[in-house]
Nanobody, 122 residues
Framework: QVQLVESGGGLVQAGGSLRLSCAASGRTFSSYGMGWFRQAPGKEREFVAAISWSVRSTYYADSVKGRFTISRDNAKNTVYLQMNNLKPEDTAVYLC???????????????WGQGTQVTVSS
C-alpha cells in the first residue's frame, strides 16, 4: 500500500495561488492513479482532480476547472496541485489519494494522506 504525505498548504488572499505537493512512498507509484480531494468543516469530502498513471489524462471538478491543475512526476513519486485564482470557498483540508482501480472514479480511491489545510481569506 502506498503512503502519502501532503505539503504546501497555507493562508492566502482571494485571487492568490498555492501549489500543493504529495509525496508517495513505494516503488510502484507510477502504477497508481492519483487524485486530490478536499473537505471543508461540516461538509462532505469532495473530489477536486485526478490524473492517470500514464500522465496522459486528467479530470477536474467543475468548481475548479480552469483554475486548478493536477500534475505528477513519476521519477520523484510526487503529485502536485497548482491552485490559481483561489476563492474563499476553496478553503478546506486538501487530501491526496491513490488508486489501483479506475482513476476517473472518485469512489475507487482507497489510499489517503493526512491532508494539508488551505485557507483563503476574502
Amino acid at each position: 500500500q502506498v503512503q502519502l504525505v501532503e505539503s504546501g498548504g497555507g493562508l492566502v488572499q482571494a485571487g492568490g495561488s498555492l501549489r500543493l505537493s504529495c509525496a508517495a512512498s513505494g516503488r510502484t507509484f507510477s502504477s497508481y492513479g492519483m487524485g486530490w480531494f478536499r473537505q471543508a468543516p461540516g461538509k462532505e469530502r469532495e473530489f477536486v482532480a485526478a490524473i492517470s498513471w500514464s500522465v496522459r489524462s486528467t479530470y477536474y471538478a467543475d468548481s475548479v476547472k480552469g483554475r486548478f491543475t493536477i500534475s505528477r512526476d513519476n521519477a520523484k513519486n510526487t503529485v502536485y496541485l497548482q491552485m490559481n485564482n483561489l476563492k474563499p470557498e476553496d478553503t478546506a483540508v486538501y487530501l491526496c489519494a491513490a488508486t489501483r482501480g479506475r482513476w476517473s472514479v472518485p469512489a475507487d480511491f482507497a489510499s489517503w494522506g493526512q491532508g494539508t489545510q488551505v485557507t483563503v481569506s476574502s
